[in-house]
């Protein structure tokens, strides 16, 4: 299982309107556990998250990196890794 660190959590705290609609967490506590439920990954590089969208089997033949990180599920945490939601 994926844990999630503060960093993680805050960031989909502050982000998580960028996916969906309203809030889904409003708490560390609730949004670790949404994460879980939704298998959430983070990954360490933009290379990481173009990888895991091809593994996922998405279309990804005409995408580059910069492309798939504006993608709605990919979240910035701001120390280079990327935290992946499929909403």
Not at 1 to 18: G, H, S, T
């Amino acid at each position: 299982m994926q844990e999630y660190d503060d960093a993680v959590l805050e960031c989909f705290l502050k982000k998580q309107k960028q996916l969906f609609p309203e809030e889904v967490a409003s708490n560390p506590e609730e949004a670790e556990s949404f994460l879980e439920d939704c298998m959430a990954e983070v990954v360490n590089s933009p290379e990481e998250v173009l990888a895991y969208f091809e593994e996922a089997g998405v279309d990804m033949e005409d995408a580059d990196v910069e492309s798939v990180l504006e993608e709605a599920e990919v979240f910035e945490v701001g120390d280079g890794r990327y935290l992946i939601v499929e909403g």
